[in-house]
């Protein structure tokens, strides 16, 4: 099963809201409501985001949100901070797990 | 609060066999509704999900990886254990196991990770 397509960068300003793509197929993405987020700062774990499309865990700020339109999820960061820089990893579940290639945020 | 660690070993040589132990805490994997996968991430590069396991001893495997993976638990210790055969260098990656909730197919909580490197 081929990886989730996710833009290799995005970039935005303080302040700023940006949004990365993760494209899949009606076999998983637009077959389930099932697209998580992840995040993942240099060296460390990733860290949940984002759960069946658009849910936030406790103690995520709302300015992360989630949606989903057919074969591509999405992840909208408003209000940019310098600690949103990252990786950003899509994953839908698809009878079995499949991850996006990742998206490095740089907030500029 | 739950937590995971991974450990084994950190260089294996090419045709070898990994087994790594992802050691919990916070939660039983005798609870319905419980997981524990493995996830690894050559460096560099994006993450890959390899392996799962229910609290009722249903596993799920990678399809591209299936016949190389083995993955168990011991509830009693609150371990689950991956193993890899035949490694390779291209499997030089960090592991990470990650707690999952069966309603959700998401990986909520995630190990460090664990480097393993495959050289001769």
């Known amino acids: 099963q081929s990886a989730l397509t996710q833009p290799a960068s995005v970039s935005g300003s303080p302040g700023q809201s940006i949004t990365i793509s993760c494209t899949g197929t009606?076999?998983?993405?637009?077959?389930?409501?099932?697209v998580s987020w992840y995040q993942q700062h240099p060296g460390k774990a990733p860290k949940l985001m984002i759960y069946?499309?658009?849910k936030r865990p406790s103690g995520v700020s709302n300015r992360f949100s989630g949606s989903k339109s057919g074969n591509t999820a999405s992840l909208t960061i408003s209000g940019l901070q310098a600690e949103d820089e990252a990786d950003y990893y899509c994953c839908s579940y698809a009878g079995r797990w499949v991850f996006g290639g990742g998206t490095k945020l740089t907030v500029l | 609060q739950i937590t995971l660690k991974e450990s084994g070993p950190t260089l294996v040589k090419p045709t070898q066999t990994l087994t790594l132990t992802c050691t919990f805490s916070?939660?039983?994997?005798?609870?319905?509704?419980?997981?524990v996968g493995w996830i690894r991430q050559p460096p560099g590069k994006a993450l890959e999900w390899l392996a799962l396991i229910y609290w009722d001893d249903d596993k799920r495997y990678s399809p591209s990886l299936k016949s190389r993976l083995t993955i168990t638990k011991d509830t009693s210790k609150n371990q689950v254990v991956l193993t890899m055969t035949n490694m390779d260098p291209v499997d030089t990656a960090t592991y990470y196991c990650?707690?999952?909730?069966?309603?959700?197919?998401?990986?909520?909580?995630w190990g460090q990770g664990t480097l393993v490197t495959v050289s001769s």
């Open positions: 069946e499309v658009s």
């Open positions: 990650a707690h999952v909730r069966s309603n959700v197919l998401d990986f909520d909580y």
């Open positions: 009606s076999s998983d993405v637009g077959s389930y409501n099932l």
């Open positions: 916070g939660f039983s994997l005798s609870t319905s509704g419980v997981g």
